[in-house]
């Protein structure tokens, strides 16, 4: 029997404790069940303890009261392989209470889904060393440390000290083969006897120091029956140290054939193996690089106002509503809004805009931007977890924590592969003893498979790419907040558009004046300007921006659904559509021309009238954005067809298609008809993106087979979305698929090599080419293999650091230089290329 006790959201009476009761009561498993309103919380005793929490969820969420849910993740030490991976993450599955858990291998974390209040980060770091290997829960709000670091210099010692110990015996064993006169010297000289203690003593050092990370997590697991790589390591390390230790003290037990040492093996091995996670933990520090600049971008303290003063207080004390001040040169701590102080704020690691934005009473500002040269004082509006940066960051740890479907074949594959080559090294030994020249051969076979067999190279296949990919995707403006989107995105076929700002810039602007004779641009400007001040209709905010020194009119009349009247400097103006200039009688002749060009291009006429004379027109359109064509080409070219969703009239929409070049078009779309509009498209064509901005597109961004939001990481966008382009370019979409396209073509080729590694060289470590050829694999060139094998891996996802952008700069790509990115990160080089 196990009892959860959770907490659970939306109850606001009695009636709503009662069914949020009965929901789980009636879930399978559940024995008893009771609901408390004023702690908000429930117990449960159920007959099962692992796989329930999802089911109660599921069981609140129907009745419309879920369940709350806590995320915690863990630094994981030990883990050297796939296997290790999924052994830590069906520990944590086992806990009540945990959702979902997966375990990063690239980055030696893990991330826990759990119902809040029902586990606790100690209970699940406990599980996780009941498992063999030693976790400690991340605080988010603590200072960035580097794990990969700390392994570094772990590894980096025990190598120092391994090397040293191991470089006698290496230097004395074969040198003496490669140079009889070495070997005749030591035997001379210390006697065989000695010299073969000195090399039990170097090497007894090696096994009991260094190489004691290996027993101390291989052996207990594979007492307990789930072998892992550590397994392997200190069981062929052994075999070759406890058959010489044998061949040394005990000769009489063996044939007079099979008298010989092979200390320098197992010392080499542990030294090249060590070597081997040392390049490893080297690579996979640089792997989340993305990940600890972001981090750092957040500053550790703060000056908040305490009193009649500012004190510098640690980040995690700060409360919303605290009043603090940001120096010149400062990064802002917190969200909040500017109370006192004017400035300019670098904000590129936002937006992607390398100029500075002036601040001024009431403006928003952001976690990790840069103050310019004033001193602000603002008030903190998001603390924590809840600031946009905060927010960022977690969306890139979510993407670069998840698993893709193409990692399920390496995940079964793993989970009997230490087993299976277990089984091949016996049935190895078994073999040559029976057909071989003798025992020693058998025992060379047999540790030179189990040493060159690597499932840590399968393991790291996918996770990597993804952690190099979407930390690269994140200095380039483009958040992945779902890992699974880099799959689905490398698959889709059409990209759909919203269009107002999306491939628009999202407001009206006055984009040519035509005046007839007798009136000048800048008098019918002015007119117009001060007819609309008091108007807060888009177009009206056009032409104020056109002519801001405008006069205050004397008189106002609106004219519903035909434009204003207005007097302005004694003369009264009319300002409208043509059908004003219906009602008033007034002639257009003059101006078919110029209203004929105007609808050609789907702008907005506005027609001018001065005294009873018809003076003018001007054009206002909303522009496109300067890299909306180029995107659309860019997509083109890819092999990826477009559409278009829009509101506006058809022939509005099908002039601006026209222009971007655009597929297809749906129009006259009211905004509840978007999502029917996208669900046409998948029928029709198959895996579809949909790209918005976030607000208004909110439900086909979250029904798309993968939603694209354009913005700066608002709330609506970083929920509903699969990937958030902060910058606020169009040419984001191409850079998605661009990262998704060139990480999935990596994470093939990375799998391809830890699978063929493993099917060519584990039969020629078991001897397959010796009755060809006579040779056998010396268990140390095996040991040599098997660490460049995962380093191999690494080295080709680091490949994708030097990714380069969707578009080039001067077609709406990253500038060179310029941290066009929401995170900041390695400036993207103008010389960048793809993978």
Same mark, same amino acid.
């Given at each position: 029997m196990t009892d959860l006790r959770f907490e659970v959201t939306g109850l606001n009476c009695g009636a709503c404790a009662g069914r949020a009761q009965r929901a789980l009561e009636a879930a399978d498993g559940v024995t008893a069940a009771s609901v408390n309103l004023a702690t908000r919380t429930a117990q449960v005793s159920t007959q099962v303890s692992g796989g329930t929490a999802g089911t109660l969820q599921q069981a609140l969420r129907t009745a419309g009261y879920p369940a709350a849910e806590a995320r915690t993740r863990l630094d994981i030490e030990g883990m050297s392989c796939a296997s290790c991976a999924g052994r830590v993450e069906r520990a944590l599955l086992s806990v009540p209470g945990v959702l979902s858990a997966s375990v990063n291998l690239a980055s030696n974390t893990a991330e826990v889904q759990s119902l809040a209040g029902s586990t606790d980060p100690r209970d699940l770091a406990q599980k996780v060393a009941d498992a063999g290997y030693k976790a400690t829960p991340i605080d988010d709000d603590a200072p960035a440390r580097d794990p990969h670091a700390e392994e570094q210099? /772990?590894?980096?010692?025990?190598?120092?000290?391994?090397?040293?110990?191991?470089l006698p015996v290496f230097l004395g064993e074969m040198g003496g083969h490669l140079f009889p006169p070495l070997h005749h010297w030591l035997t001379m000289t210390l006697g065989q006897t000695t010299w073969w203690a000195l090399q039990f003593v170097l090497t007894t050092l090696v096994l009991a120091g @260094?190489?004691? /990370?290996?027993?101390?997590i291989g052996l207990p697991l594979l007492f307990k029956g789930t072998p892992d790589m550590n397994s392997l390591v200190a069981l062929g390390t052994f075999a070759a140290w406890a058959y010489s230790t044998m061949a040394l003290f005990l000769p009489a037990l063996l044939p007079d054939t099979a008298v010989a040492v092979y200390f320098e093996a197992a010392a080499v091995i542990v030294t090249l193996i060590l070597l081997g996670r040392f390049l490893e933990a080297r690579a996979k520090g640089r792997t989340g690089a993305a990940i600890r600049h972001l981090v750092g971008l957040r500053p550790d303290t703060a000056q908040v106002r305490r009193g009649e003063g500012f004190v510098e207080t640690p980040l995690r004390e700060v409360q919303p509503g605290d009043i603090l001040m940001a120096r010149p040169g400062e990064r802002i701590a917190v969200d909040g809004i500017l109370v006192t102080g004017r400035s300019f704020v670098d904000e590129s690691m936002l937006t992607g805009e390398a100029a500075p934005v002036e601040k001024t009473g009431g403006a928003a500002l952001t976690a990790g931007t840069v103050n310019g040269n004033g001193t602000l004082t603002y008030r903190a509006e998001a603390v924590g977890r809840d600031t946009v940066l905060a927010r960022i960051i977690a969306m890139v740890e979510q993407a670069q924590s998840a698993k893709l479907p193409i990692q399920a074949l390496a995940d079964r594959v793993v989970l009997y592969f230490?087993?299976?080559?277990?089984?091949? +090294? +016996? &049935? #190895? $030994?078994?073999?040559?003893?029976?057909?071989? @020249?003798g025992l020693t051969f058998a025992l060379v076979a047999g540790v030179s498979v189990l040493i060159i067999a690597c499932p840590c190279a399968m393991g790291l296949a996918t996770p990597v790419s993804i952690m190099v990919g979407t930390g690269r995707a994140a200095e380039m403006g483009?958040?992945?907040?779902?890992?699974? +989107?880099?799959? /689905?995105?490398?698959?889709?076929?059409?990209?759909a558009f919203d269009k107002t700002g999306t491939l628009t810039e999202g407001r009206p602007e006055l984009t040519r004046t035509h005046v007839l004779p007798g009136f000048t641009e800048n008098e019918v400007l002015r007119l117009v300007a001060a007819a609309e001040r008091g108007s807060e209709h888009p177009i009206a905010q056009a032409v104020l921006r056109a002519a801001p020194d405008a006069p205050q009119p004397t008189s106002v009349e609106a004219l519903p659904g035909h434009g204003l009247s207005a007097k302005v400097d004694g003369r009264r103006v009319l300002v409208g559509a043509p059908r004003l200039m219906a009602r008033e009688g007034i002639s257009t002749a003059p101006l078919t021309e110029a209203l004929g060009s105007i609808a050609r291009e789907a702008q907005t006429p506005?027609?001018?009238?001065? %005294?009873?004379?018809?003076?003018?027109?001007?054009?206002?359109? %909303?522009?496109?954005?300067?890299?909306?064509?180029?995107?659309?080409s860019a997509l083109h070219a890819r092999g990826i067809r477009t559409a278009m969703i829009s509101g506006d009239a058809r022939p509005v929409a099908e002039a601006i298609a026209?222009?971007? !070049?655009? %597929?297809?078009?749906?129009?006259?779309? &009211?905004? %509840? !008809?978007?999502?029917?509009?996208?669900?046409?498209? =998948?029928k029709d064509h198959g895996l579809t993106a949909f790209v918005g901005d976030g607000i208004n597109d909110a439900p086909a961004l979250a029904a798309a087979d993968v939603?694209?939001?354009?913005? $700066?990481?608002t709330d609506v966008a970083i929920q509903s979305a699969d990937v958030v382009m902060s910058a606020g370019r169009v040419a984001g979409v191409v850079t998605a698929l661009h990262v998704s396209r060139a990480t999935l073509?990596?994470?093939? =080729?990375?799998?391809?090599? +830890?699978?063929?590694?493993?099917?060519?060289?584990? @039969?020629?470590?078991? !001897?397959?080419?010796? @009755?060809? $050829?006579? #040779?056998?694999? *010396?268990?140390?060139?095996?040991?040599?293999?098997?660490?460049? *094998? *995962?380093?191999?891996?690494?080295?080709?996802?680091?490949?994708?650091?030097?990714?380069?952008p969707g578009l080039p700069p001067d077609q709406g790509g990253p500038h060179p230089g310029t941290p066009a990115r929401a995170p900041s990160g390695p400036k993207a080089s103008g010389n960048t290329q793809p993978v």
């Amino acid at each position: 029997m196990t009892d959860l006790r959770f907490e659970v959201t939306g109850l606001n009476c009695g009636a709503c404790a009662g069914r949020a009761q009965r929901a789980l009561e009636a879930a399978d498993g559940v024995t008893a069940a009771s609901v408390n309103l004023a702690t908000r919380t429930a117990q449960v005793s159920t007959q099962v303890s692992g796989g329930t929490a999802g089911t109660l969820q599921q069981a609140l969420r129907t009745a419309g009261y879920p369940a709350a849910e806590a995320r915690t993740r863990l630094d994981i030490e030990g883990m050297s392989c796939a296997s290790c991976a999924g052994r830590v993450e069906r520990a944590l599955l086992s806990v009540p209470g945990v959702l979902s858990a997966s375990v990063n291998l690239a980055s030696n974390t893990a991330e826990v889904q759990s119902l809040a209040g029902s586990t606790d980060p100690r209970d699940l770091a406990q599980k996780v060393a009941d498992a063999g290997y030693k976790a400690t829960p991340i605080d988010d709000d603590a200072p960035a440390r580097d794990p990969h670091a700390e392994e570094q210099a /772990r590894l980096k010692r025990d190598l120092i000290l391994a090397g040293a110990l191991t470089l006698p015996v290496f230097l004395g064993e074969m040198g003496g083969h490669l140079f009889p006169p070495l070997h005749h010297w030591l035997t001379m000289t210390l006697g065989q006897t000695t010299w073969w203690a000195l090399q039990f003593v170097l090497t007894t050092l090696v096994l009991a120091g @260094p190489g004691h /990370r290996f027993y101390r997590i291989g052996l207990p697991l594979l007492f307990k029956g789930t072998p892992d790589m550590n397994s392997l390591v200190a069981l062929g390390t052994f075999a070759a140290w406890a058959y010489s230790t044998m061949a040394l003290f005990l000769p009489a037990l063996l044939p007079d054939t099979a008298v010989a040492v092979y200390f320098e093996a197992a010392a080499v091995i542990v030294t090249l193996i060590l070597l081997g996670r040392f390049l490893e933990a080297r690579a996979k520090g640089r792997t989340g690089a993305a990940i600890r600049h972001l981090v750092g971008l957040r500053p550790d303290t703060a000056q908040v106002r305490r009193g009649e003063g500012f004190v510098e207080t640690p980040l995690r004390e700060v409360q919303p509503g605290d009043i603090l001040m940001a120096r010149p040169g400062e990064r802002i701590a917190v969200d909040g809004i500017l109370v006192t102080g004017r400035s300019f704020v670098d904000e590129s690691m936002l937006t992607g805009e390398a100029a500075p934005v002036e601040k001024t009473g009431g403006a928003a500002l952001t976690a990790g931007t840069v103050n310019g040269n004033g001193t602000l004082t603002y008030r903190a509006e998001a603390v924590g977890r809840d600031t946009v940066l905060a927010r960022i960051i977690a969306m890139v740890e979510q993407a670069q924590s998840a698993k893709l479907p193409i990692q399920a074949l390496a995940d079964r594959v793993v989970l009997y592969f230490v087993p299976a080559v277990l089984a091949v +090294a +016996a &049935l #190895t $030994t078994l073999v040559w003893l029976v057909f071989g @020249p003798g025992l020693t051969f058998a025992l060379v076979a047999g540790v030179s498979v189990l040493i060159i067999a690597c499932p840590c190279a399968m393991g790291l296949a996918t996770p990597v790419s993804i952690m190099v990919g979407t930390g690269r995707a994140a200095e380039m403006g483009v958040l992945f907040r779902k890992g699974e +989107a880099l799959q /689905r995105l490398d698959a889709v076929r059409l990209v759909a558009f919203d269009k107002t700002g999306t491939l628009t810039e999202g407001r009206p602007e006055l984009t040519r004046t035509h005046v007839l004779p007798g009136f000048t641009e800048n008098e019918v400007l002015r007119l117009v300007a001060a007819a609309e001040r008091g108007s807060e209709h888009p177009i009206a905010q056009a032409v104020l921006r056109a002519a801001p020194d405008a006069p205050q009119p004397t008189s106002v009349e609106a004219l519903p659904g035909h434009g204003l009247s207005a007097k302005v400097d004694g003369r009264r103006v009319l300002v409208g559509a043509p059908r004003l200039m219906a009602r008033e009688g007034i002639s257009t002749a003059p101006l078919t021309e110029a209203l004929g060009s105007i609808a050609r291009e789907a702008q907005t006429p506005v027609l001018i009238a001065v %005294d009873g004379v018809i003076a003018g027109v001007l054009a206002v359109a %909303d522009r496109l954005k300067p890299d909306a064509r180029a995107a659309i080409s860019a997509l083109h070219a890819r092999g990826i067809r477009t559409a278009m969703i829009s509101g506006d009239a058809r022939p509005v929409a099908e002039a601006i298609a026209r222009e971007l !070049g655009i %597929d297809h078009v749906t129009a006259e779309v &009211l905004p %509840d !008809g978007k999502l029917a509009a996208l669900r046409a498209l =998948q029928k029709d064509h198959g895996l579809t993106a949909f790209v918005g901005d976030g607000i208004n597109d909110a439900p086909a961004l979250a029904a798309a087979d993968v939603g694209l939001a354009i913005g $700066t990481g608002t709330d609506v966008a970083i929920q509903s979305a699969d990937v958030v382009m902060s910058a606020g370019r169009v040419a984001g979409v191409v850079t998605a698929l661009h990262v998704s396209r060139a990480t999935l073509r990596n994470i093939r =080729q990375n799998l391809f090599w +830890a699978f063929g590694y493993n099917v060519v060289l584990i @039969p020629v470590a078991a !001897g397959a080419l010796y @009755p060809l $050829t006579g #040779t056998m694999l *010396s268990p140390m060139l095996a040991a040599g293999a098997m660490a460049l *094998s *995962s380093v191999f891996v690494l080295t080709n996802a680091l490949r994708l650091k030097r990714l380069g952008p969707g578009l080039p700069p001067d077609q709406g790509g990253p500038h060179p230089g310029t941290p066009a990115r929401a995170p900041s990160g390695p400036k993207a080089s103008g010389n960048t290329q793809p993978v």
